[in-house]
């Protein structure tokens, strides 16, 4: 069974910064493309960052692109999600994302994900 722990999360004021953390048990974590998304209050889940295999591709959603950062730690089969100048409007849980079949590439498709997080809960005040 494959296990997927966020954390990071918490309450900041606009502007401010967090940096998310997903560890796996992915037994052969470099083997699988990474990704974020994220559910604000009474929205759909929709994708926020991805980051293939050896981190040289990279993908954002237009809203986060210049803000959030994405990283992964092969050696610690963990990936990052650095949260700058945050916004209320970024208010949500994120979710991490595991997907087998795009190591080599990038996708912003929920579908394509094999295994999901929990998630942890972002709030920015005003």
């Known amino acids: 069974q494959v296990h997927m722990v966020e954390s990071g999360g918490g309450l900041v004021q606009a502007g401010g910064s967090l940096r998310l953390s997903c560890a796996t048990s992915l037994r052969t974590f470099r083997d699988y493309g990474m990704g974020w998304f994220r559910q604000g209050p009474g929205k759909a889940r929709e994708f926020v960052a991805a980051i293939n295999w050896n981190g040289y591709m990279l993908y954002y959603a237009d809203s986060v692109k210049g803000r959030f950062t994405i990283s992964r730690d092969n050696a610690k089969n963990t990936v990052f999600l650095q949260m700058n100048r945050l916004k209320p409007d970024d208010t949500a849980i994120y979710y991490c994302?595991?997907?087998?079949?795009?190591?080599?590439?990038?996708?912003?498709?929920?579908?394509?994900?094999?295994?999901w997080g929990q998630g942890t809960q972002v709030t920015v005040s005003s």
């Open positions: 994302a595991a997907a087998r079949s795009y190591r080599s590439e990038v996708t912003g498709t929920a579908g394509d994900y094999d295994y």
